[in-house]
């Protein structure tokens, strides 16, 4: 296991469209989160998945916005009607649900998957 | 009385020095705290965590100090190399399991 994967790394659409990205976590974390960074700013939440259980949404997240965790495993975020102002990168991360060694809950990020809506 | 390292946007370091980078995080109840790196155009990497029945957490070459009294966090990295340049944020965790993140920190590093 090499940590979080993000699928696709860039994404350009144009708006309108719909788009979607697909975030594998550590094998063992059972949280699975949805970040969304802006430049210049730090990561903000978007959403959490306790196994396949979506168990909170920001107001961030609007209507357009839906997330999956079908098997408590891989995860996908779906944005319908792009927006330009949906431009940023998507970011997932994954951590234990206790704390365990090391790196205590093991909170770890991707790569993300920048967006760009023309 | 105790000084608080203010929280600076940037922070230019010669190669070789120690840094210190400073964050304020906010909510009292906030059990868990890490610090990350940021590369341009790549996710946040983890550089060392800590949590709130402690105050102080080494790793290597990273130490990170918690003031739970003035809610005050700080990340030293000994010897600075020109690696480490990158944004660095910290991120707190409150009971709701989420991070919340600080306003990063640009380090550059001046060979």
């Known amino acids: 296991d090499t940590g979080v994967s993000q699928d696709p790394r860039h994404k350009i659409t144009k708006r309108g469209q719909n788009v979607t990205f697909r975030c594998d976590p550590i094998s063992e974390h059972n949280r699975l989160y949805w970040y969304r960074q802006t430049l210049g700013q730090g990561p903000e939440f978007l959403t959490y998945f306790q196994n396949e259980a979506q168990l909170e949404k920001s107001r961030l997240l609007s209507d357009r916005f839906s997330a999956e965790r079908p098997k408590g495993s891989f995860s996908t975020l779906e944005i319908q009607r792009t927006e330009q102002g949906d431009s940023a990168m998507y970011l997932c991360a994954s951590s234990r649900l206790n704390p365990s060694g090391g790196s205590n809950y093991g909170y770890t990020f991707g790569s993300g998957t920048r967006l760009t809506v023309v | 009385g105790e000084s608080v390292g203010l929280h600076l946007p940037t922070l230019s370091v010669q190669e070789g020095d120690n840094s210190i980078i400073n964050c304020a995080y906010s909510?009292?109840?906030?059990?868990?705290f890490i610090w990350y790196k940021q590369e341009s155009g790549k996710g946040p990497q983890f550089i060392i965590d800590i949590r709130s029945n402690m105050d102080k957490r080494q790793g290597q070459r990273v130490t990170v100090l918690l003031n739970k009294t003035v809610k005050h966090l700080s990340l030293q990295i000994a010897a600075t190399q020109p690696g480490d340049s990158a944004v660095y944020f910290c991120a707190e965790r409150g009971n709701d399991y989420k991070l919340s993140f600080g306003a990063g920190t640009t380090v550059t590093v001046r060979a």
């Open positions: 909510n009292s109840a906030s059990d868990y």
